[in-house]
C-alpha cells in the first residue's frame, strides 16, 4: 500500500518512533513513481537535523549523495538552511520562520507529510526543550533540506542516500536507504477493434503498429519502471439481434518489440488467456517500451453475413526477470511486492 496522492511514501507499518521496520524490511520509506511522470516527476525531499559541539555556527555545509541501487551515482545535492526568523512580520523572502513548516496535523506541510508517514514521530518534532522545533529555537540545532527527482523510467529498486555535514574541514556522513517502488503500467491506443465486413471460413487481421497514438494500429506501452508481460482475451462474438448459435470463438494474435520478432499463438479460444512471452525480451516491455499487437478473427464457415459484436481485453502481467529490476544490479527475480495498477 502506499498513501496517495500528496505523500507516496508508506513505512510499510513500521513503528514511528524509530528507524526501524516490519517484517524485516531494512528501509525506511517507499515511493511509487508517476506513470509518465504525470503530472510530473515525483520529487524526494532530503531533510537533516545536525548539530556542532562548538555550537551550529561552525556547520559550513549539509549535502547529499544519493546512488542507485547497483551503485552507480545517480545525484548530489546541495542542502538549504531553514533559517530561524521569530518575527513573523518580516517579509525578507531569506528568512523563514520554522512555523512555516507546518505541525504534524496540518495537511499539506512538510511536518505532515513527515509524520503521516511514519517517518517521524509527532515528540519528535514538538516536544518542548527536546523536540525538534525547541531545539532549533534554541539554537541548539539546525535544519537542512534539499530535494531531488524520480523518473518513471529509471530503475526501481533500494537506493542509498548518504547525507554529509561539513564543519570547519571535517565532515560527517550518514547513510540511510529509501525503496523506489517497481510497477508497470498498462497503456493501450485503442478502445474499439472493427473487424468490418467478415467472410465466413476466411480469417480478418487488424495489424497493428509501433506507433503509440496511432489508433488505427494497435499499440500497447509500458509507462512503468518494471517489466510488463502482455497477454489477450477474446470473448464470444455473437450475432447482434438475431437468436440462436450464431457466433465466433476462434481467434488468433501475434505481439512483439517490432515485425520482425513477433510471437504467434493460434488459435485462441474464446474466454483462454494467451500470454505473449518467448523465453527472451521480445515480447516483454520495460520502461517507455511499446508493442506491436496483430488480432485475428477466424469465422466459421457455416456462419451467416450479418454484424457480431464481443470484447477484446488486454492483459498485463509483471515481469521483472526480463527487465532490470534495480537491486543489485543484476537481471532475475525481485523480492519486494510490486504495485501493479
Known amino acids: 500500500p502506499f498513501i496517495d496522492p500528496g505523500f507516496p511514501c508508506d513505512r510499510n507499518q513500521g513503528i514511528a518512533e524509530t ?30 537535523l545536525v548539530g556542532h559541539p562548538n555550537g551550529i555556527d561552525d556547520i559550513d555545509d549539509v549535502f547529499w549523495k544519493v546512488f542507485h541501487p547497483d551503485g552507480s551515482f545517480k545525484v548530489q545535492i546541495h542542502g538549504k538552511k531553514v533559517e530561524v526568523g521569530f518575527d513573523l512580520l518580516d517579509n525578507d523572502p531569506t528568512i523563514l520562520d520554522i512555523t512555516d513548516l507546518g505541525a504534524p496535523g496540518q495537511v499539506g506541510t512538510m511536518w505532515d507529510a513527515a509524520h503521516i508517514t511514519g517517518q517521524v514521530s509527532d515528540d519528535a518534532i514538538t516536544a518542548v ?46 547513510t540511510n536507504t529509501l525503496e523506489i517502488q517497481c510497477f508497470y503500467n498498462l497503456e493501450i491506443d485503442f478502445t474499439e477493434v472493427h473487424w468490418g465486413t467478415i467472410t465466413p471460413g476466411g480469417s480478418k487481421v487488424i495489424p497493428g503498429d509501433t506507433t ?36 465466433i470463438n476462434l481467434f488468433d494474435a501475434a505481439f512483439g518489440k517490432s ?49 457480431y459484436a ?32
Request: proline residues 7%; glycine residues 10%; aromatic residues 10%.
Open 212 to 247: 503509440f497514438g496511432s489508433s488505427e494500429y494497435p499499440t500497447v506501452k509500458n509507462t512503468g519502471n518494471s517489466g510488463l508481460q502482455v497477454g489477450v482475451r477474446f470473448s464470444t462474438m455473437f450475432q447482434v439481434g438475431v437468436p440462436g448459435p450464431k457466433e
Open 310 to 341: 464481443g470484447t477484446v481485453t488486454i492483459l498485463g502481467a509483471w515481469a521483472p526477470e526480463v527487465c532490470w529490476n534495480g537491486l543489485d544490479g543484476t537481471l532475475g527475480p525481485i523480492t519486494p511486492t510490486p504495485q501493479i495498477p
Open 19 to 48: 528507524a526501524e521496520m516490519a517484517d524485516g524490511v531494512e528501509n525506511v520509506i517507499q515511493v511509487l513513481p508517476n506513470a509518465e511522470d504525470e503530472p510530473e516527476a515525483r520529487t524526494i525531499e532530503n531533510w537533516a
Open 129 to 174: 526543550d527536546w523536540g525538534i522545533i525547541d531545539l532549533m529555537y534554541q539554537w541548539q540545532r539546525q535544519l537542512w533540506y534539499g530535494d531531488w527527482d524520480i523518473h518513471k523510467e529509471q530503475m526501481c529498486g533500494r537506493y542509498t542516500v548518504e547525507a554529509t555535514v561539513v564543519a570547519n574541514g571535517a565532515i560527517d556522513v550518514m
Open 259 to 307: 515485425a520482425s520478432v513477433l510471437q504467434w499463438i493460434d488459435p485462441i479460444n474464446a474466454g483462454d488467456d494467451a500470454w505473449f512471452y518467448d523465453n527472451n525480451a521480445n515480447q516483454v516491455l520495460c520502461a517507455n517500451e511499446v508493442g506491436k499487437l496483430d488480432m485475428s478473427v477466424h469465422p466459421p464457415s457455416t456462419l451467416p453475413q450479418g454484424n
